[in-house]
């Protein structure tokens, strides 16, 4: 992992959303299936997220253009590439999530 990157891990109701920031660009980036983990009540966020990239990709490739991957950690301490959009396109992407808790969210 290269010196720019830091993995930072927060909690949103409980929830880890895992994060990164770019000291290069001076920008986080956070796992969207965390997002959406921390977002719904979905038994499988990853699935929830495939979903969703699809009807994305539909309405317009906007949002699913700026997805990237990065290495987080996972729960087994070992890191995979995941898909991380930047503050903008978090903000995005919790307005397409239909969750009471996107307003919480935002505040945090």
Excluded: H
């Excluded at 995941?82 to 969210?105: C, H, Q, Y």
């Amino acid at each position: 992992m290269s010196d720019k990157l830091g993995t930072i891990s927060n909690l949103f109701e409980g929830k880890e959303i895992r994060s990164i920031w770019d000291s290069e660009k001076e920008e986080y980036y956070f796992s969207v299936v965390d997002v959406i983990n921390a977002l719904t009540d979905s038994n499988d966020a990853r699935k929830y997220w495939s979903v969703l990239k699809l009807r994305l990709k539909k309405e317009g490739p906007e949002l699913t253009t700026f997805c990237s991957q990065l290495k987080l950690r996972a729960k087994d301490g070992k890191f995979y590439n995941t898909d991380v959009l930047d503050t903008k396109g978090i903000l995005r992407l919790i307005e397409s999530v239909p969750s009471n808790k996107a307003e919480v969210f935002c505040t945090k």
